[in-house]
């Protein structure tokens, strides 16, 4: 059977990476056609132009449209890859620049950041699910989209039977890094891991080659060498050199690097520039490097200088998909309700674990074991933090969402929670839900 692949977000910068991935394993998912959708027409007619550029210098017969009307981008699609952005790069500049001018972390998925776009993200993508139900209820959605854990619980109230796979590109990110800093394959890794999403740790890598965990020597080669960062965008250098900082103080266990925001917000705050953000080195980077890739394009020059590649981010999803497709049992990192998983934190908890994907969906592994109470303690306080803010979604309610921001780990005081939350819901707008019960209800002026 041939795929229609319907790409939900597919203005980013990240498309034409899953669409070289998934041409290279054109024998395991041949595709028929696919969809780029995107509410920005204008971004998605430059993506258009080099998706079509790319399928005619690889030379395969793929139909290609770019639609902003859900019904054609969904109509009869078989696999939808998620990776929506509410509120675009703009936004994510707000939920970065708002929490450090009140110095505070200002991230795009962890932290106060990462709860302003929570808000956001949780109505385009309830309204996103709402059309995939209507027009293609046996398509199977698999989702990069953030905040995952957040987006993951918020399905699951929703939507709870619908076809969809959350996952994040992370913890193989970070298994590419240990490979190209220290030498391993990493498709001889058995990794056990466990947390929330951008909040976890591995608790065994298991080597196949050697026939031992292997983590423990990993362990010792950050602590001792640090990762191999010289050929990394500067940002990413920083945050893993940051990682292994944070390995040298709990050398237990390999962290996920997004844990140095809960872990070190003094840091974080300390470094960053409240005036240019991530956002703006990507507006700067990725964003313009479309632009100038359809200039490129358009004005048939520089070709050979067109610099788009299969990533990780790519080969995790299209791996997915084929392994549904036949049904492979292949092991991946992914976020599900917890159910036992992770068996002393609560049922209700959507939790990141190892899962098995295959024709039925995930099939999730339990740890069996407990996990030690530092990671349990500071987990739970990030899971209620994160139901009440789904809460506040639903139930429109300012109370649970000032509630939720004051529980946030970067936070210190329900002072500075609330100042963010009133400047985020005034930088939002109609892109959140609205709230009851706060200061434009309860604190008219006489
Ligand atoms: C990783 C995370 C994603 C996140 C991305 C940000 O891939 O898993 O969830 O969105 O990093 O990267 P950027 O380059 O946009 O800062
Ligand atoms: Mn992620």
Redesign the pocket.
Known sequence: MKNIITIAGSGSGYTPGILLTALSYKDEFPIKEIRLYDIDEERNEQMRIIMDYLLHRENVDVELIATSDPQVAFYGCNFVFSQIRAGGMKMREMDEKIPLKLGLVGQ??CGLGGFAYGMRSMKSFVELVGFIQEYAPDAWILNYT?P?SIIAETVRRRFPKAKIINA???TI?IEELLENSFGYDRQNFISTYYGLN?FGWYREIYDVQRGKDIMPEIIEKIITQGFKTSDL?P??AKTYQLMAEMQQDFPQYLPNNYLEYYLYPNKIVEEANPDYT?ANE?MDGRLKQITDTVSKIKEKRDLETINYQSGV?GQYIVRMAISILHSRNDRFMLIVPNRGAIPNVREDAVVEVPCYVNAKGVEPISLRDPIPDFHKGLMEAQVAAEKLLVDAFFEHSYQKAFQAFTLNQTVPNATVAKQALDEMIKANGDQWVELKGGPTYASVNY
């Open positions: 795009e998925t953030n995952e994040c590109d992370m990110g951008h965008d940002s990413w991530r990507i981010h």
